[in-house]
């Protein structure tokens, strides 16, 4: 699976902004779908997941209810909207499909997911 992310850019607090991943290659549909991140200096951490079937989102304590997956099988894309952004969120995203295909529960460690996009920078000015 080969991934393309896109769609960063520089937001104030409290702004939105949303980020897509192309997916091109082995059968998209077959695999759940994370969203990752990185700070300067940091580890990255896992933000986001979706299964393979839409049905069943995971996210991180910090995005909770701020955040939102969703996929679109049929366009081979996930995207990640963020909304109510804080300066803490900026980061190089990554979106990344799982290692095994339909998975389930989805899983939220980054060693479980094989196939990672280049990233997009999302900058969160306060």
């Known amino acids: 699976v080969q991934l393309q992310a896109s769609g960063g850019g520089s937001v104030q607090a409290g702004g939105s902004l949303r980020i897509s991943c192309a997916a091109s290659?082995?059968?998209?549909?077959?695999?759940?779908m994370g969203w990752f991140r990185q700070a300067p200096g940091k580890e990255r951490e896992f933000v986001a997941a979706?299964?393979?079937?839409?049905?069943?989102?995971a996210y991180a304590d910090s995005v909770k209810g701020r955040f939102t997956i969703s996929r679109d099988n049929a366009k081979n894309t996930v995207w990640l909207q963020m909304t109510s952004m804080k300066p803490e969120d900026t980061a190089v995203y990554y979106c990344?499909?799982?290692?095994?295909?339909?998975?389930?529960?989805?899983?939220?460690?980054?060693?479980?997911?094989?196939?990672w996009g280049q990233g997009t920078q999302v900058t969160v000015s306060s």
């Open positions: 990344a499909a799982d290692l095994r295909t339909y998975r389930y529960p989805v899983t939220r460690r980054n060693s479980e997911y094989g196939y």
């Open positions: 290659g082995q059968t998209f549909s077959s695999y759940n």
């Open positions: 979706i299964s393979w079937n839409g049905d069943t989102p």
